[in-house]
């Protein structure tokens, strides 16, 4: 099961986030247990005090105390692997955001065409991590 974290300040914005989410992961026939998050600072804590574990972070960048940005940046450290989607109407900072490592970049007036690309494209993505065992075929042989 995928944990999954949704941060924003604005209730709207989780609200919708939380459901475009719950339609793409009932699509792809994948259970995910989400945590909704208004403040930052909670979930920063969460993390980095009360070691909670998340695969996927849909998150605002535009965030009262702690940004998104700042968020990422601090949670890195301890969730390495945590894909991190930005929804933020503030493109101006897709390049920074790139520079964290961050999975992808989806425009508020865009949510629902780019939004359940980018979960598919996560979700695929940690599926894919998640069976690290490879096969590797060498002239004929296994």
């Known amino acids: 099961m995928l944990r999954i974290a949704v941060c924003d300040d604005e209730t709207a914005m989780t609200d919708r986030n939380k459901s475009v989410l719950e339609a793409t992961l009932k699509e792809l026939g994948i259970a995910g247990e989400i945590t ?39 949670i890195k450290p301890f969730l390495p692997d945590i894909r991190i989607i930005f929804i933020t109407s503030h493109i101006e900072y897709a390049i920074d955001a790139f520079e964290l490592s961050i999975f992808r970049y989806v425009p508020k007036s ?13 979700v695929s993505l940690i599926n894919l991590e998640a069976d690290k065992s490879y096969t590797i075929q060498v002239k004929g042989r296994f």
């Open 36 to 74: 909704i998050y208004n403040d930052s600072r909670n979930l920063l804590y969460d993390i980095t005090e009360d070691n909670f574990h998340y695969d996927l972070l849909l998150s605002d960048i535009e965030m009262p105390d702690i940004s998104g940005m700042e968020l990422a940046e601090k």
């Open 110 to 122: 865009d949510i629902e065409k780019r939004l359940p690309t980018a979960i598919k494209d996560a």
